[in-house]
Every structure is written in structure tokens, then in C-alpha cells.
């Protein structure tokens, strides 16, 4: 088994038991970034959107009701079984779903006209190799969006991000900065148009039972929390009760030209 094919698998075994959870997270579920999303798809209704890692399926819940048709494309089946029921139930009939890993999309070159992605590049085995499969799949006309936690960027801080990360999600990869991300995409053929960055408020509790974290790693993170520099506690806006603030970053992108 190749290592790209064990990550693959260790993702999909660890979301099928929490799928249900991410369709009724309220983080997932709202905020600013998915008005945003809404915003950029508002108008387009003959175009064909791909929701690349879709998750619970909230960008293609939003995007449905304004385009033709939304591909809503997962690694892990029991999320794509969580999407085509809820979309069910809330009349979306034009929502398809498609198992894939972004890495290697089912798709032929320029099949859609918007891409979407949101909270899901951070899981990927290859960001790169996402990203570019995102260019291959785009039409040379089309628009991309995509919205991530992003790292800080400074040492201090990405350390202390990545490992309450990880402990809280073995199959976390890496939340990268904003300046990493201009590169990824410049290096898939993409061009920036314009970075919006917000602050995502976590409740500790609410964040760890999404995922199932054991009690004993919890207990890491709280302690981690509390030992922290005041430079780290003042950055993320760590709380008596755990409760954190965390980067985002929704970049709106359209292919580059040579």
C-alpha cells in the first residue's frame, strides 16, 4: 500500500464515525465566509460548481439553489451518504456527490465552471497536488474559491497551532499561512484576486466533541492552553475554559495567465 493510499485510508476511517457531526456543527454551518461563498456563485445559473472535500456539505447546500449543478466530492463515503440524504430533505436536487481524493480528481480537464473548497486543504496528503487537480478540472474561464485555517505564520505560533491540531485530529496534516497558500496556488496555475481574513471563535468543548477526542488528550491541549506564553494565550484569545480563536483565509482565485 502506497503512503498516499494509507493516509487516504486513515482519513476515511477516521471521519465515518463523525460524519453526521459535521453536518450539524454550527462552525460549519454558518458564518461569514460561506455568506461569501454564496455571494461569489449568486448570478452564475448555468454553472457547473465542484464542492472539492465537501465535507458535511455546506458550501453545496448554499451554492445549489444559484447554479445548475453542484458536485459535492468527498474521500470519505459516509459523508457523501450524510449530503445526498440531507440535500434530500431539503429539496436540492441538483447536488450529485462523488467519492474521490482531491489529489486525483474523476474528472476531465475544464469540466466546471466554479470550483469551492472550504475547511478540508489542511487534510489533504498533497495540498499541491489538490490544488493543481482544482487548476485541471477548472475551466480557463472559471473562478475558484477557496477558505482554510491558516497558520499564523510565526514559528511561536504555528507551533503551538499545529500540535493542538494534531491532538485533537490524528489525521490533521498542516494549516498553512497565508504566504504559503499564495505560493500553492501559483504554483497550480492559479492567480489571487483578493484574500478576505477572519477570526473563527472554537468552544472547547464543542470543538473536542465534533471529533471524539479522548479525555486524556483534551486534558493535553488545556494543559498546553494554560502553559502557553502570554504571546500565544494573547494571539489566539485562549479563555479560562479552553475556548480559542483560530485564523481563516477565503481567497478568491481564477486561472493564470501565461
Not at 26 to 55: K, M, N, P, T, Y
Not at 103 to 126: K, M, N, Q, Y
Not at 174 to 189: D, H, P, Q, T, V
Not at 221 to 248: E, N, Y
Request: proline residues 5%; negative net charge.
Amino acid at each position: 500500500m502506497s503512503q498516499t493510499q494509507s493516509q487516504h485510508d486513515f482519513v476515511v476511517n477516521h471521519y465515518a464515525p463523525r460524519a453526521s457531526a459535521y453536518v450539524t456543527s454550527a462552525v460549519h454551518s454558518g458564518g461569514a465566509d460561506l455568506d461569501q461563498i454564496e455571494a461569489f456563485v449568486r448570478g452564475a445559473s448555468e454553472a457547473r460548481v465542484l464542492d472539492l472535500g465537501c465535507g458535511g456539505g455546506h458550501v453545496s447546500y448554499r451554492a445549489a439553489p444559484h447554479v445548475r449543478e453542484v458536485v459535492a466530492c468527498d474521500l470519505t463515503p459516509d459523508m457523501l451518504t450524510e449530503v445526498s440524504r440531507t440535500a434530500a430533505e431539503r429539496g436540492l436536487a441538483n447536488i450529485a456527490v462523488q467519492q474521490a481524493p482531491a489529489e486525483r480528481l474523476p474528472f476531465a480537464d475544464g469540466s466546471f465552471d466554479i470550483v469551492l473548497c472550504r475547511f478540508t486543504t489542511h487534510h489533504w496528503h498533497d495540498a499541491e497536488a489538490g490544488l493543481r487537480e482544482a487548476r485541471r478540472v477548472l475551466k480557463p474561464a472559471g473562478r475558484a474559491l477557496f477558505s482554510d485555517i491558516v497558520s499564523p505564520g510565526h514559528p511561536l505560533l504555528d507551533t503551538h497551532l499545529q500540535t493542538v491540531e494534531l491532538l485533537r485530529d490524528p489525521s490533521h496534516v498542516r494549516n498553512y499561512s497565508a504566504a504559503e497558500w499564495i505560493a500553492k496556488l501559483m504554483a497550480a496555475g492559479f492567480s489571487a484576486q483578493s484574500l478576505t481574513p477572519r477570526k473563527l471563535r472554537m468552544e472547547f468543548g464543542v470543538w473536542t466533541a465534533r471529533t471524539k477526542v479522548p479525555e486524556d488528550f483534551a486534558s493535553v491541549i488545556r494543559q498546553l492552553q494554560v502553559k502557553a506564553s502570554a504571546a500565544v494565550r494573547q494571539h489566539f484569545g485562549i479563555t479560562p475554559d479552553g475556548s480559542f480563536d483560530l485564523d481563516s483565509l477565503t481567497i478568491e482565485a481564477v486561472p493564470a495567465t501565461l
